[in-house]
């Protein structure tokens, strides 16, 4: 073995890694959760594959003994806050998310103060100290159902995607206080592209995630969280989709619907891979570390104990509500 690699990151390159990977899960009674955006290769070998809320559930309802979650650290915190007898492994701790990433605890705590009579609603896509701040969680599945009922008259702040925000305020006519938070994939795909796919396309239909900015939204033939993606495709199999959300879900949609046809939409020059628009927060993980990380029982997911009860009522006031 040469000097830089320890026994921790190496990989006998005769080993079949699904194989191990396999085995190691069987040996000690883990269960891989795998979301939509990850490499095709680890949602094949990934025991459940879904969008946060789905994998939230899971995660709650799961008898294994230790949870390997392939997806971004906000998603295997939520793990560990609902299971937190459980071990949870994370294959790349940096698997962070922008949204996480725009929202400090600390200014959120000021923001929050401005407005002491609102209800706070935060998306998933935050850290655990702003989910200790909150009142509900929402996922981009339940966003909707959740808002709606929460009476005419209480106001809201809506935190930390200012455009899911604005697609809410738009469904519900909600007039919501909203945090100043972005996804680097999502604001970055190219109207450009979108129009050009579209003219040389004319009978496919644009299909885009709520964490787009309006402008691209307009476009949009169907809006939804990843879940609400893959049904739209499968009911309408045999169609032709240009696809607003991470280009890893086609793995996916050409599963349920094999007899589609999928364009991926280019980024600009800023942001995330302006040629794939892959999140590259998800994209960090991989096989290799997945291996490596069922192998060596870590990276693990751990929380302080009074912070996770703060984090965990607003979480199951989320999983009440949908
Ligand atoms: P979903 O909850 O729709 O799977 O979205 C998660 C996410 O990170 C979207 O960027
Ligand atoms: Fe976060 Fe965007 Fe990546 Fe989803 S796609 S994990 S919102 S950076």
């Given at each position: 073995?040469?000097?830089?690699?320890?026994?921790?990151?190496?990989?006998?390159?005769?080993?079949?890694?699904?194989?191990?990977?396999?085995?190691?899960?069987?040996?000690?009674n883990?269960?891989?959760?795998a979301?939509?955006?990850?490499?095709?290769?680890?949602?094949?070998?990934?025991?459940?594959?879904?969008?946060?809320?789905?994998?939230?559930?899971?995660?709650?309802?799961?008898?294994?003994?230790?949870?390997v979650?392939?997806?971004?650290?906000?998603?295997?915190?939520?793990a560990?806050?609902?299971?937190?007898?459980?071990?949870?492994?994370?294959?790349?701790?940096?698997?962070?998310?922008?949204?996480?990433?725009?929202?400090?605890?600390e200014?959120?705590?000021?923001?929050?103060?401005?407005?002491p009579?609102?209800?706070v609603?935060?998306?998933?896509?935050?850290?655990?100290?702003?989910?200790?701040?909150?009142?509900?969680?929402?996922?981009?599945?339940?966003?909707?159902?959740?808002?709606?009922?929460?009476?005419?008259?209480?106001?809201?702040?809506?935190?930390?995607?200012?455009?899911?925000?604005?697609?809410?305020?738009?469904?519900?006519?909600?007039?919501?206080?909203l945090?100043d938070?972005?996804?680097?994939?999502?604001?970055?795909?190219?109207?450009?592209?979108?129009?050009?796919?579209?003219?040389?396309h004319?009978?496919?239909?644009?299909?885009?995630?709520?964490?787009?900015?309006?402008?691209?939204?307009?476009?949009?033939?169907?809006?939804?969280?990843?879940?609400?993606?893959?049904?739209?495709?499968?009911?309408?199999?045999?169609g032709?989709?240009?696809?607003?959300?991470?280009s890893?879900?086609?793995?996916?949609?050409?599963?349920l619907?094999?007899?589609?046809?999928?364009h991926?939409?280019?980024?600009?020059?800023?942001g995330?891979?302006?040629?794939c628009?892959?999140?590259?927060?998800?994209?960090?993980?991989?096989?290799?570390?997945?291996?490596?990380?069922i192998?060596n029982?870590?990276?693990?997911?751990?929380i302080?104990?009074?912070?996770?009860?703060?984090a965990?009522?607003?979480?199951?006031?989320?999983?009440?509500?949908?």
């Amino acid at each position: 073995m040469t000097n830089n690699i320890t026994n921790e990151c190496y990989i006998d390159p005769s080993l079949d890694l699904e194989d191990e990977i396999n085995r190691l899960k069987k040996d000690m009674n883990a269960v891989i959760l795998a979301h939509y955006y990850q490499d095709p290769e680890i949602q094949d070998i990934a025991d459940f594959v879904g969008d946060s809320l789905d994998l939230s559930r899971k995660a709650a309802a799961t008898d294994a003994d230790v949870i390997v979650f392939c997806g971004v650290r906000f998603m295997a915190d939520v793990a560990k806050i609902l299971s937190p007898q459980k071990k949870v492994l994370l294959p790349d701790m940096a698997a962070g998310c922008s949204l996480e990433d725009a929202c400090k605890p600390e200014e959120f705590v000021k923001f929050k103060a401005q407005y002491p009579d609102h209800i706070v609603l935060t998306y998933v896509n935050s850290s655990i100290k702003v989910k200790a701040l909150t009142d509900i969680i929402v996922t981009s599945t339940n966003a909707e159902k959740i808002i709606r009922q929460i009476p005419q008259d209480q106001p809201i702040i809506f935190a930390p995607d200012k455009y899911l925000g604005e697609y809410l305020a738009r469904k519900t006519g909600r007039d919501m206080v909203l945090w100043d938070g972005t996804c680097i994939v999502h604001e970055n795909f190219s109207e450009k592209e979108v129009i050009k796919l579209k003219t040389n396309h004319t009978g496919a239909k644009i299909i885009a995630h709520p964490e787009c900015p309006e402008h691209l939204l307009g476009y949009a033939d169907h809006i939804g969280s990843t879940s609400s993606l893959l049904n739209y495709v499968e009911k309408n199999d045999g169609g032709e989709f240009i696809i607003l959300t991470e280009s890893h879900i086609i793995h996916q949609m050409r599963k349920l619907a094999p007899n589609s046809i999928f364009h991926n939409v280019e980024g600009m020059e800023e942001g995330a891979c302006s040629i794939c628009n892959d999140c590259p927060y998800m994209k960090l993980n991989t096989l290799e570390k997945l291996y490596l990380c069922i192998k060596n029982g870590a990276p693990e997911i751990t929380i302080n104990e009074d912070l996770r009860l703060k984090a965990k009522r607003p979480l199951e006031k989320m999983l009440e509500m949908s």
